[in-house]
């Protein structure tokens, strides 16, 4: 499949990698350091539900088909 250079990322990990971020941020004491930052993402890391996983690329084949709808422009996605 050719990628455009401005098409959207549609590697299902970015949604993994926003997921905890949003979990980091709803956390009552926010890691202040390099080093606890990166054990609150390790630790998300290790309890992320494989579901959220199998939901992900279950989605990926529409994903792409509404890329190739919207020629490489926004969609809902």
Do not use: H
Request: aromatic letters at 10%.
């Amino acid at each position: 499949m050719d990628w455009l250079a401005n098409s959207p990322d549609l590697n299902p990990i970015e949604n993994v990698w926003r997921d905890i971020r949003v979990l980091i941020r709803k956390q009552p004491i926010l890691p202040k350091t390099k080093a606890e930052l990166q054990q609150s993402i390790l630790g998300y890391w290790e309890t992320y539900p494989q579901e959220n996983c199998q939901k992900l690329i279950s989605f990926l084949q529409r994903r792409c088909a509404a890329v190739i709808e919207s020629k490489g422009y926004a969609t809902k996605y």
